[in-house]
């Protein structure tokens, strides 16, 4: 069993996880759909929309698919990608960055989107991943009501695992609407998150490089 965890990263250990109760899947996707229809009824309705509109009658329906099968589709443990791993048998000793990952997520304070890019880099620790299965376990935590520090804490973590290293490391660039379009309405504004683990929090050298392959000049020390 390979060690994962260093000092610092076991403070952090377990504190990236989602808060869901005990009895998160109990219900049925389909019985979710149907009782979050009915409460995306009532709000619409609240807000003094006329439901027996042509334009407006299915939107709670097609809101409630939309949380439970697309946009919050990973919190079902069902839709985690596998993380196919193969011997690193040419011997590839250099970091391998993935940059440029598309990120669409979802605050969990307001249930705006969050959109921007994430950069992932891991060192080989004997095995090597498939390079879309990094890009789908992005959009696997992505798809959660989320906030940015525990989406980035989340990728590096089934990295580490499904890799077997804790040479990994994420960063995320993102616009909160939040942010954006209401509130304090700061379009310009974007968020950059940084998750660290082994050599990539040990070695300046080593995130140097990851840094200067994914074009930010951002320091995180
Ligand atoms: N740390 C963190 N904060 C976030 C994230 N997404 C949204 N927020 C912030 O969550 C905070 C919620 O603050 P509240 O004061 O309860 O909400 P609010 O009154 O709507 O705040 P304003 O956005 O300032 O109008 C806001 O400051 C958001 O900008 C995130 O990913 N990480
Ligand atoms: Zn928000």
Avoid: W
């Avoid at 949380?67 to 990608?81: D, Q």
Wanted: proline content about 4%; some cysteine; overall charge negative.
């Amino acid at each position: 069993m390979n060690d994962l965890s260093d000092n610092d990263d076991d403070i952090f250990s377990g504190r990236e996880h989602t808060p869901l109760r005990d009895d998160a899947f109990e219900k049925s996707p389909e019985e979710k759909v149907e009782i979050i229809k009915h409460h995306f009824h009532q709000i619409m309705e609240t807000l003094g929309m006329d439901m027996t509109d042509d334009s407006l009658k299915d939107s709670p329906g097609r809101v409630a698919k939309m949380y439970v099968n697309e946009i919050f589709g990973g919190l079902l443990p069902e839709n985690r990608p596998g993380i196919s791993t193969f011997s690193n048998k040419y011997k590839y000793r250099q970091m391998l960055v993935e940059k440029d990952i598309t990120v669409y997520s979802f605050c969990e304070h307001h249930f705006l989107p969050i959109i921007g890019k994430a950069h992932v880099a891991y060192i080989s620790n004997g095995e090597v991943i498939g390079l879309s299965k990094i890009n789908r376990i992005v959009d696997y935590y992505a798809k959660r009501p989320q906030v940015q520090e525990r989406l980035t804490m989340q990728i590096v973590s089934a990295l580490k695992e499904g890799l077997g290293t804790k040479d990994v490391a994420c960063i995320i660039d993102a616009k909160h609407l939040c942010v954006n379009c209401r509130g304090i309405k700061d379009t310009a504004s974007s968020t950059i998150t940084a998750e660290l683990s082994g050599i990539f929090r040990t070695n300046p050298i080593t995130r140097q490089e990851f840094l200067h392959y994914v074009g930010t000049h951002a320091k995180f020390d």
